[in-house]
C-alpha cells in the first residue's frame, strides 16, 4: 500500500515524502522512530508499515506478527506524540474483527469477539494502536486516526509463495502452471469462504481522504460489502490467466474467517470515500501487471 498511497500524495502536490526503508530504519527500536520524527519534524505520518501475509505465514509466524506489528506502532505512536505530530493516520486491518460478525462488518462490532484464530495475533497487536491512538487522543490531544481496510490487492502486489495473499498467490499458481504445463492447482481450504477485496489505488485514496478530511477518534472501515467465494475468485482469475487446469481443494487446511466484507457507510459520511474499481476491472490490471514483470 506505501507505494500507491505516496503516489496519491504526489498526485494531490505533496512537496516531499519520506518512506523509510526497513532496512534503514527498524521502527521496532524506540530509538530509531525517535530518532526519525525528531529529524524530519513530518506534519503527517502514515503508518502502512506491517508484516503480513496470508494463512500459512500467520500460521507460521504468530509470535513474530504480534511482536513486529505491535511494536512498530506503538512506538511510532509514541515518538508521534513526543514531537505532537499534527496528523497520524494508522493502518489497521479486517482480521482485527470477531471470527463471527455480523455481515457486513461495522465499526461498532470490533470489540464484540474474539478474532479468527489463523491471524488473531497479527489482528490483535493491528486493535491495541487503536487503543493507543485514543488513549494518546484522550490525555494528549494527538491527533491519531485508525483506518480498516479489507483485503487488499493490485499492481506492486507481493507474489512470494510463502507470504503473499490470495489474489498473489493464486494468479502466480496460474502463471506459473501455464509455463510448466501443469493441468492441476492445489488450493488450501475448501473454496467456500468469502472475501470482499479493496483494489490499492482505492485504498490509497481512502487513505490521503482521511488524512484530509478526518479527524475523528473512532476508527473507520475502507472496503467492500461485495463478496465472493474463493472457489469463485479462482475461476476468475484462470479465465484471465489463460489457465484451464484443474483445481484441488485441499480441505486438510484451514479458511479461515468463513465471510469477509465491511460497511463503508462510516467512510461515505466522514470524508466521502466508496470503492470506485470493480474486482473485475482490478484483477485485469493486477495480472497485467504481473506479466509485464515476469516479461521483464
Known amino acids: 500500500m506505501g507505494r500507491a498511497v505516496a503516489n496519491e500524495l504526489r498526485a494531490r502536490g505533496a512537496a516531499k515524502i519520506l518512506i523509510p526503508r526497513s532496512v534503514d530504519h527498524d521502527l521496532r527500536r524506540a530509538e530509531t522512530a525517535r530518532d526519525l520524527l525528531e529529524e524530519f519534524q513530518p506534519t503527517l505520518i502514515i503508518h502502512a508499515a506491517a508484516t503480513v ?11 513474530t506478527y504480534f511482536y513486529d506489528n505491535l511494536m512498530m506502532g506503538a512506538l511510532l505512536l ?5 514531537v505532537m505530530t499534527p496528523k497520524v493516520v494508522v493502518i489497521g486491518t479486517v482480521c482485527s474483527y470477531p471470527r463471527v460478525t455480523p455481515v457486513p462488518f461495522r465499526e461498532e462490532n470490533l470489540w464484540d469477539g474474539y478474532p479468527e484464530a489463523t491471524n488473531a495475533p497479527y489482528g490483535i497487536a493491528k486493535k491495541a494502536l487503536l487503543v ?3 488513549a494518546l487522543r484522550d490525555q494528549y490531544g494527538l491527533n491519531s486516526i485508525h483506518l480498516i481496510p479489507v483485503n487488499l490487492y493490485g499492481p506492486g502486489d507481493n507474489y512470494d509463495s510463502k507470504s503473499s495473499h490470495v489474489i498473489p498467490a493464486i494468479i502466480e499458481k496460474c502463471l506459473d502452471a501455464i509455463d510448466r504445463g501443469e493441468d492441476e492447482i492445489t488450493i488450501w481450504g475448501s473454496g467456500r469462504a468469502t472475501r470482499a477485496f479493496l483494489f490499492v489505488e482505492d485504498a490509497a485514496r481512502g487513505v490521503v481522504d482521511a488524512a ?6 473512532e476508527p473507520i472501515n475502507l472496503g467492500s460489502e461485495v463478496e465472493i467465494s474463493i472457489r469463485n475468485l479462482a475461476e476468475k482469475i484462470a479465465e484471465r490467466t489463460g489457465y484451464v ?16 466484507s465491511v460497511s463503508s457507510e462510516r467512510a461515505r459520511s466522514a470524508f466521502g470515500w466508496s470503492p470506485s474499481t470493480t474486482l473485475d ?3 485485469a490490471r493486477t495480472i497485467e501487471d504481473r506479466l509485464r514483470q515476469r516479461r521483464a
Open 78 to 82: 509514541e515518538a508521534a506524540r513526543r
Open 245 to 260: 487446469g484443474r483445481w484441488i481443494w485441499d480441505t486438510s487446511m484451514p479458511d479461515g474467517q468463513p465471510r469477509r
Open 281 to 283: 476491472e482490478g484483477l
Open 53 to 63: 501475509g496470508g494463512i500459512g505465514a500467520n500460521r507460521a509466524n504468530p509470535a
Open 212 to 217: 484530509e478530511r478526518y479527524d475523528g477518534g
Open 132 to 134: 493507543q491512538g485514543q
